[in-house]
């Protein structure tokens, strides 16, 4: 079975802190997606990387970065967490190639909260 | 502009109720539709991927139908156990990275 594993499930960080927040996938995919997801809005795609060092911006990057050192990992970074980043924040990952199999898998997410 | 829409927002159902959700799309050049269901502090998980015009899909009581506008969900007698949020994604149609564009899925109760 596909894994996308998300280090924690629960975090809960002060205003100001750096947070980092890590995600591994065991499939070889090239792909791999941050997403927040909020009630009313939807999933939003913050980051995503199709390769390793090589990321692209998604819709909503402003207060966040991201790091794709090795294939299997990809990690979201706030560089100063504030209240309104408080979200479900979801990594998924995905092959880059066209055809069939291209559907993406997701981990359990991270509910953060910001106080 | 490329974009994802689910009907309804919310369905609420007796258990045994058979219903369909709706995701309509609008982008140039359908390089696949995916269905997930999304339970409660949880990912996404994924159902389905549709790739033309008159593909189906089943799982259960799930089946899942493409055509060129749209996709529909259709359950068959459901169960309180299908409770769930149902999303809806197809492919970003520019570039060629996969990225997926997400409807805002249809919240689906069963009551027994």
């Known amino acids: 079975d596909v894994k996308v594993t998300q280090s924690s499930r629960y975090l809960v960080k002060r205003t100001g802190e750096k947070v980092f927040l890590e995600c591994v996938q065991d499939?070889?995919?090239?792909?791999m997606f941050w997403y927040r997801q909020d009630p009313g809005l939807g999933l939003r795609l913050i980051y995503f990387?199709?390769?390793?060092?090589?990321?692209e911006k998604g819709d909503i990057p402003e207060g966040y970065s991201v790091s794709r050192e090795k294939k299997e990992r990809f990690s979201l970074i706030l560089e100063s967490a504030s209240t309104n980043q408080t979200s479900m924040y979801l990594c998924?990952?995905?092959?880059?190639?066209?055809?069939?199999?291209?559907?993406?898998?997701f981990g359990q997410g991270t509910r953060l909260t910001v106080v | 502009e490329d974009q994802v829409t689910q009907s309804p927002e919310a369905l609420r159902l007796q258990e045994g109720e058979s219903s369909s959700l709706n995701c309509s799309y609008t982008?140039?050049?359908?390089?696949?539709l995916f269905w997930y269901r999304q339970d409660p502090g949880k990912g996404p998980e994924f159902l389905f991927t549709?790739?033309?015009a008159g593909e189906e899909k089943e799982k259960e009581r799930l089946k899942a139908t493409l055509t060129k506008k749209e996709s529909f969900l259709h359950i068959t007698a459901p169960k309180p156990e299908d409770s769930a949020t149902y999303l809806c994604?197809?492919?970003?149609?520019?570039?060629?990275?996969?990225?997926?564009?997400f409807g805002t899925g249809t919240l689906l109760a069963v009551q027994p």
């Open positions: 998924a990952s995905s092959t880059l190639g066209t055809g069939l199999n291209t559907e993406a898998f």
């Open positions: 499939m070889d995919h090239e792909n």
């Open positions: 990387s199709y390769d390793v060092k090589m990321k």
């Open positions: 982008v140039s050049g359908l390089r696949g």
């Open positions: 549709l790739y033309s």
């Open positions: 994604a197809v492919h970003d149609p520019k570039g060629a990275t996969n990225k997926l564009i």
